[in-house]
Structures are given as structure tokens and as C-alpha cells.
């Protein structure tokens, strides 16, 4: 079944036009890698997933939810679809189990014994059980972010968003992290996932997206894109990259 | 020219009553124009128009206009409409719509520096407007207020040897005091100063170790 | 009215110029002062970096007011027979009033420079002068004029206390001003109107500064504060002046 749906995405700040027309269609269950050159948009593809940037036209639906509806509920889209930052973006004056707890306790009107079971499982899940009670700070990059992530599968979404996920992190902790996210592509989740971690991509991925100034350049399999790209662009990527 | 401290002695009473007014006057008006200050920002990133541009307007001609014009403007001017107020109201006065102008610029720049991506992350959460405000932003903003606003209570703590012009009996006035009727020139104002630093130094060391306590994250 | 303003305006005027005077000695003298402590800061030898620290420590840990009190009437006593006029106190007074804020300025400024770049500038073998004269200062040189003209805009303001050891400056020409024409409110109004349309600009020309900086990367040296008292890295407080 389709999970997102998008349809000629343009997204403009002011005069400057970002997104110029992206259209694609992502199944439930399937890890989309979204590759390219800085300032090619994919970031701010990922942020109109979430409503974090505007949409300026075209239609984008994500799990039902019509982004472009004037009456829709921002807050219950963004409870459907989590969010892992490259700067983590942890609360700092929240212990790592309050971090994880707060949203489903204060937004979803969950309760609280439940959810704090719940928060220690996927504490645990991401190898961190041991600190639910420290602070953010006495953290490494990597534990931060595998932090973040559990912290947004606490809402139990049906889509995950990863917006370049170990960008910012020292090569020793990036593994950690993508080990994680390996697991969650195995259980079934929807993922799109912002990255330079060409492994990741060939290892995990359903489907590599190439993007470049503002559209869809290439859209495939992974063995096919890094292997036998058809579009110059492309080609030119790669082998600026690899 | 020799030092001696001696003839000082009996003043010594006088003078702790001067640091005490002085102190008093500091943490009144402080406190009062912090209150001042929050309404002032709370104005100022509000929904209404005219509030914004009121407390704007008090924001900047406070903050650009000597404290001792608005001390003369209160104690001075306002004899003008018939109103005469002593030399303490007028100083409480001056120095709470001084200190609030401060404090709501230190409000904002404090609120403001809290990293975008917190905001972010409460939204990608499904976080509302007010539910933002209060889990992500609020306890981090106040950290980046408190040393701000333990460093402008220092300051206020300084400047409010102006009162001294107005007759007010707070420390500095004293000093003068204590110099026409000793001479002892020197030794005065070296006591004096050396009274204003120690109270200040405490003050910025109690601010370091309250700091370390209260923000331990 | 009309017939008051014009009697009020030549005596306004030449008080407007004292504090015109009394304010470029004082940040002349003041920034040049500021800076050899500010550079003090970074020598070798211990003693002159406390005899620095303590310098700058004590001075903006006083009163403005002390400061003017001690030049004008105990500073003399150490020249026998000297009296000090009120211009040349007021602007002694207000020159070592402001050194000790540019001089945290100054070395919060150096400070910001990455360290990097001493190690760099002593490996071409530059000795002291020559690794801050063409290293160092001109790079610290960038970050630090936000700052500096905040406590400049501060000084223009706090000029007005020069007033209460007697020297007809604006804010006295005010008063006297005031007193005669029994119209004090008047009078302080538009004193204050002059302070402001001096400052109000400056201010605007510091924030615009600072925002263009921040555009280019650089991260301003920030303000001394009073709090500042033990410490070994520079100061990040915003200083609030009055």
C-alpha cells in the first residue's frame, strides 16, 4: 500500500524556488535513500514530510493525512511521523528517560507507568538501557542520536524521517547508529532517510533517490544507481563521492 | 601625605547604614522592574500591535537615555505638573523603569538564543505553540537568562550611587559626607570602593556557584 | 513655549558640546588604554596578566560614580598643590572607566581567535609583536567592534554623571537649564532626546554589525560582565549597561 504520496512538490522561499516539482510514490515498509549535492533540497523535501517547512504547492499525503488541507491537525501528522535530526536536538535539562517520555505522556495523552515501560524497552532496544538517568550532556554523539531515535519511535509512528542522521557524528559512533536503524528497516518500518552513508544506502535501501537542484534526477534500485547510474548528474555524483 | 585609617572609625556605623540603603534600594527596584521587564517582553513578542510598539518604544528610550536624566526627569521634572517626590521614591522610581528595560532585552536575547533545533524537535513531536514553549524552550531560555540577569543586579547595585546626587542617603552620599567633615580624603573613597567591590565580587561569585547548582544538566 | 526653546538651546548646545569633548578623549583614550590591557592579558609573564585581571576586575566592580569622586578629589592630593579641573577628572576618570571594560573586550576578543593560528604564526617563528601585529589582532580585530561600540554607547550615556563633580556637561547644562527657567521637564526632556537620537543609531549600527558578522560565520567576542570576576575563559554574558 502506498504510504506517501507526493505529488509535483514545489516549495519556494520568497522568489527562491527549492523543490521544483518532486513526485513519488513510497510503499509501506520500504527504506527510500534520499542522496545529492548540498543545496540540491532534499533536506527541505524531508522537512515538507513533517510540515516543519510549508508546502508552496502540489500535493503531498502521508498515511491518509492530505498535508495541503487547511483544517488539517498539524500535531496529529507529526505524531504519525518521527523525526531523527543530524544535530540530535535532545532536550538538555531532561534526563535521557524524560526526553523519551515527554511527548507520548504530554501530547498523546498516554499514561505515564505505561509509557515509561515502554521508553525503557526501546532504551534497550537501542543499547542504551543502562542510561535512562543521565542528562543528555554525559552522552557521546552517537548515544545522543540513538537517544533521538528512540525518543521518536515512543509515538509510535508509522513513518520514520531521517534528516542526514550521522553528519555529526565521529566515524568511531556512526556504525552504532546505522546498526540501529539497519534493525528498523528489518522490522517493516517506513523509512526515508536524508544521508551520505553510501553503505547504508546499498546495504538497507529499497530504493535510492537522486536529487539535484530541486527534482528527482534519478530513482531506483540501489545496486542499479551506484553500479550503472543512467543520468550524467548522477554519474557525477558518484564519482565525486565514492 | 600620610594613610590613616583612624579617623574613619566612628563612621563606620554611617556607612553600613549608607551599603545598607544601598542594597535595599537595589534589590526593591529590581525586583519590581524585572516584574516590569517580563510584561514588558511579554508585550513585546505578543500578539497585539499597540502593545508591541508601546513597550518597544520604552524599551529603547530607556535603554538609550542616561540613568541620571530619568533620575532628574522624576525628582526634577515632574515638579513642573506640581508633583513632588522625595529623594527614595524617585530613585526607586528611575531605577525600576531603568532595570526593566534591561530585563526584557535580556528576556528576549535570552529566549531567542535557545538553538532552533529544540523548537524543532518539540514540533516533530507534535508538540503545540504553548506545550513547545514550556518543555523545550523555556527551562533552556532561563539558563541562558540567569547570568544575564545576576550581572544587570550588579550593575543596578552600582548605579545606584546616582542617588546620591538627590540627597538620598545611600553609600556614596556618605562618603561624601564623611569626606567634608574628615578630609581624609583617600582613605574615603578607597574604603568606599573597596565596600562597592566586595559586595560586587560576592554577588558574581554567588552567581557562578548558584549557576553550577541550579543548571547541573 | 516657543520663546523658551530658544532660550534653552545655546546653553543645551555647549553643554552637548562638553559631552561631545569629554566623550572622544575618553574613548580615544579609553580604546588605546583598553587595549594595551586587553593585550596584557596575553603575555608570557604571570605578573602582568593579574596586574591586568585585577585592573579590570576592580574597575568594573566600582561604581563609575567612585571612579569620578577618587579622580576629582583624591587624585590631586598625590600631585602636592595640583587641583584637577572637572573636564580633565571627569575624562581620567572616564578613560580607566572604560579601558577596563574594553580591556575584557579586547582579550575576549583574542580569545575567539583559534588557537590554531598562534601555533601557527610561533611556528613561522614571529615573536610576540609580530605574531599579534600580523596574526592575530587583525583577526580579532573583526568580532570586536559589536562590542566595543556597545560599551561605547554606554560611556556616552554614563558621561552624564561626570555632571555630579560639577562639569557642565548636557546633563547639567539641563539641570541648570531647567532650574532657571523653572521648566525642568522641558529641559530634561530634550536633553534626553539628544542622548537618544546620539545612542539610538549607534546601537542600530552595533546590532547590524553583529548580524552581519554572524552571516559571515564569526562569532561575536561577547560583552564583559561584572561576573566575570574568576574567570579564566572570557566572558559569554550579554552585557547589560546602563
Known amino acids: 500500500m502506498t504510504m506517501i504520496e507526493v505529488k509535483d512538490l514545489h516549495k519556494s522561499y520568497g522568489k527562491l524556488e527549492v523543490l521544483k516539482g518532486i513526485s513519488c510514490d513510497i510503499d509501506a515498509s520500504q527504506v527510500v535513500c534520499v542522496i545529492g549535492p548540498s543545496g540540491s533540497g532534499k533536506s527541505t523535501f524531508l522537512r ?19 498535508l495541503s488541507d487547511r483544517k488539517l491537525n498539524t500535531s496529529a501528522v507529526r505524531q504519525d511521523v518521527g523525526m531523527v535530526f543530524q544535530q540530535f536536538n535532545l532536550f538538555p535539562h531532561m534526563k535521557v528517560l524524560e526526553n523519551i517520555m515527554i511527548a507520548p505522556v504530554k501530547v498523546a495523552k498516554k499514561p505515564k507507568a505505561v509509557t515509561r515501560e515502554k521508553a525503557l524497552e526501546l532504551l534497550d532496544k537501542v543499547g542504551l538501557a543502562s542510561k535512562a538517568d543521565v542528562y543528555p550532556s554525559a552522552l557521546s554523539g552517537g548515544q545522543q542520536q540513538r537517544v533521538a531515535i528512540a525518543r521518536a519511535l515512543a509515538m509510535d509512528p508509522t513513518v520514520m524521517l531521517f534528516d542526514e542522521p550521522t553528519s555529526a557524528l565521529d566515524p568511531e559512533t556512526v556504525g552504532d547508529v546505522l546498526q540501529v536503524m539497519k534493525q528498523l528497516a528489518e522490522e517493516g518500518m517506513t523509512m526515508v532517510v536524508v544521508s551520505h552513508e553510501m553503505g547504508f544506502a546499498r546495504e538497507v535501501a529499497d530504493r535510492v533517490i537522486f536529487m539535484d537542484g530541486g527534482v528527482i534526477v534519478e530513482d531506483g534500485d540501489p545496486a542499479e544507481i551506484f553500479d550503472h547510474p543512467k543520468e550524467a548528474r548522477t554519474q557525477a555524483f558518484l564519482s565525486r563521492v565514492s | 601625605m600620610t594613610w590613616y585609617l583612624g579617623d574613619l572609625i566612628p563612621y563606620i556605623p554611617l556607612l553600613l547604614q549608607g551599603l545598607w540603603i544601598s542594597i535595599y534600594i537595589s534589590v526593591l527596584s529590581f525586583v519590581v522592574g524585572s516584574v516590569l521587564g517580563l510584561f514588558a517582553y511579554l508585550a513585546k513578542v505578543g500578539r497585539f500591535r499597540v502593545l508591541r510598539s508601546i513597550s518597544g518604544a520604552y524599551i529603547e528610550v530607556v535603554r538609550n537615555v542616561p540613568l541620571l536624566v530619568v533620575l532628574y526627569l522624576i525628582y526634577f521634572g515632574l515638579t513642573q505638573f506640581g508633583v513632588n517626590l522625595d529623594p527614595l521614591w524617585s530613585t526607586l522610581i528611575a531605577l525600576t523603569i531603568n532595570n526593566g528595560a534591561y530585563v526584557a532585552e535580556i ?88 565596600l562597592y567591590y566586595v559586595v560586587s565580587s560576592v554577588l558574581a561569585i554567588g552567581s557562578r556557584v548558584g549557576e553550577k547548582r541550579l543548571f547541573r544538566w | 513655549m516657543v520663546n523658551d526653546f530658544l532660550q534653552f538651546l545655546p546653553a543645551l548646545a555647549k553643554g552637548a558640546g562638553t559631552t561631545a569633548i569629554l566623550c572622544i578623549v575618553a574613548a580615544v583614550g579609553g580604546s588605546i588604554l583598553g587595549l594595551i590591557i586587553g593585550l596584557m592579558r596575553s603575555s608570557s609573564w604571570a605578573v602582568v596578566r593579574w596586574i591586568s585581571a585585577i585592573y579590570t576586575n576592580f574597575l568594573r566592580g566600582i561604581p563609575l560614580l567612585i571612579i569620578l569622586l577618587f579622580t576629582y578629589f583624591a587624585l590631586p592630593l598625590l600631585v602636592p598643590g595640583a587641583i584637577f579641573s572637572q573636564m580633565v577628572s571627569g575624562a581620567i576618570g572616564l578613560t580607566l572607566f572604560v579601558s577596563a571594560y574594553i580591556g575584557e573586550v579586547v582579550r575576549g576578543s583574542i580569545e575567539a581567535v583559534p588557537k590554531g593560528q598562534f601555533e601557527a604564526a610561533e611556528a613561522l617563528g614571529m615573536n610576540f609583536a609580530q605574531k599579534f601585529r600580523f596574526v592575530i589582532m587583525p583577526q580579532a580585530m573583526r568580532v570586536i567592534v559589536p562590542p566595543w561600540v556597545g560599551i561605547i554607547l554606554a560611556m556616552i550615556k554614563d558621561s552624564s554623571l561626570v555632571s555630579v563633580i560639577g562639569l557642565v556637561e548636557l546633563t547639567q547644562a539641563g539641570k541648570i537649564v531647567g532650574t532657571n527657567t523653572m521648566q525642568p521637564l522641558v529641559a530634561f526632556i530634550i536633553v534626553g532626546a539628544v542622548y537618544f537620537v546620539i545612542c539610538y543609531p549607534l546601537g542600530h549600527f552595533g546590532r547590524w554589525y553583529e548580524k552581519r558578522l554572524k552571516a559571515s560565520g564569526f562569532n561575536v567576542a561577547h560583552q564583559a560582565t561584572a561576573t566575570d570576576i574568576l574567570d579564566e575563559e572570557p566572558g559569554v554574558r550579554v552585557g547589560g549597561n546602563q
Open chain 1, 48 to 66: 515538507c514530510l513533517n510540515l516543519l517547512e510549508s508546502i508552496t504547492s502540489g500535493t503531498v499525503i502521508i498515511n491518509g493525512h492530505d
Open chain 2, 107 to 194: 528576556l528576549r536575547a535570552g529566549f531567542e538564543s535557545v538553538p532552533k533545533g529544540l523548537r524543532e524537535a518539540a514540533h516533530a513531536l507534535g508538540m503545540n505553540g504553548s506545550q513547545t514553549f514550556r518543555y523545550a524552550i523555556l527551562v533552556p531560555g532561563i539558563r541562558n537568562v540567569f547570568p544575564a540577569m545576576t550581572n544587570q543586579f550588579i550593575l543596578l547595585f552600582l548605579f545606584s550611587s546616582v542617588a546620591s546626587v538627590i540627597a538620598l542617603p545611600e553609600l556614596t552620599n556618605q562618603l561624601l559626607r564623611v569626606n567634608s567633615e574628615t578630609l581624609r580624603t583617600f582613605e574615603v573613597f578607597t574604603v568606599g570602593a573597596l
